[in-house]
């Protein structure tokens, strides 16, 4: 019997690799995009009729459209804005308003100041600062995928093979069709559609894996915990599919209870600690051992029918 106590308190509060905080083959890729218009627009910086630059730019040269919003730390490229003369939504892909328009939107949104002060001196070096900044958002998602890594580094290490037996993000309708087995009390009878980040098949088991990691509390965990644990109830009697889930992280110290439902049903609920522990190895070999087994006994049968003239 574990103890969940003793279970949570091996969590770890990170997982971070090197390229965790900032991915910046992304940043650079980002910004060489545009490294061009970006350029022309420099030669707004310092000037004493911005103004009127800016229009003459943005006659002769239309591309630079594209790489205002990023200025304005903005990947879309479609701004709303409101004042006194109503509401605008101003058009970066292609021009929507006079030049008149866009000159007025660069003077309110503090864009001409930026420039024409030299508060940057450089808007490649500028944008890819805010590049840097952007992509640090994004770490939350970076996190999850180094958990899905993490985990499937010891599918492998325990002799599983991609595509064969073990894939990976297959959803419930792909399950069942491949294996010919019925999930429909996870689907709502095919209401809903799950997917699972990992699938292993066993020789009589289907596994269904998710994999999660959470730094910091929220009530995305309180979520997440119920509805495995709704996961748990509606597989346990299906002898054909087992559901397993690996989770770590400091963040469910705040919903503890709500993990621990979870772990007081769910027979195959583990963490970082169990992989170390070899739980993937272990379980593969138990189901190993069984196959042999029935092999075993099939070879035994086989030569017990066969008796030579």
Request: glycine residues 6%.
């Amino acid at each position: 019997m574990r103890d969940f106590d003793k279970w949570l308190a091996a969590f770890r509060p990170s997982i971070a690799d090197y390229k965790y905080y900032v991915d910046f083959d992304k940043v650079f890729a980002n910004v060489e995009a545009i490294k061009i218009p970006l350029n022309i627009l420099n030669s707004l910086i310092g000037t004493k009729n911005i103004e009127k630059e800016f229009e003459a730019i943005l006659k002769q040269y239309p591309e630079t459209l594209k790489c205002i919003p990023i200025l304005l730390a903005k990947r879309e490229l479609e701004i709303m804005a409101m004042d006194d003369e109503g509401q605008f939504n101003f058009k970066f892909n292609r021009m929507n308003y006079t030049v008149s328009d866009y000159t007025k939107f660069m003077r309110k949104t503090g864009l001409f100041d930026l420039m024409e002060n030299h508060i940057v001196n450089n808007l490649v070096d500028y944008v890819t600062g805010v590049e840097t900044g952007l992509d640090s958002n994004g770490r939350k998602n970076r996190g999850g995928h180094l958990m899905e890594d993490l985990v499937e580094s010891y599918l492998k290490k325990a002799g599983l093979i991609k595509g064969q037996t073990y894939f990976k993000e297959m959803y419930i309708h792909e399950i069942e069709s491949k294996w010919g087995i019925d999930l429909s009390s996870i689907s709502n009878n095919g209401g809903a559609e799950k997917r699972f980040d990992f699938v292993v098949k066993g020789k009589d088991t289907v596994y269904g894996i998710e994999t999660n990691f959470y730094t910091s509390s929220g009530s995305k965990l309180n979520e997440t915990a119920r509805s495995y644990k709704t996961i748990t109830m509606e597989t346990k009697d299906l002898g054909y599919f087992k559901f397993v889930w690996f989770t770590d992280g400091w963040g469910w110290g705040s919903a503890r209870n709500n993990l621990k439902e979870t772990f007081d049903v769910l027979e195959d609920l583990y963490s970082i600690a169990d992989l170390e522990d070899g739980i993937v190895a272990k379980k593969t070999e138990i189901s190993h051992e069984e196959n042999q087994r029935t092999f075993n006994v099939k070879r035994r049968r086989s030569s017990i029918s066969y008796r030579p003239c």
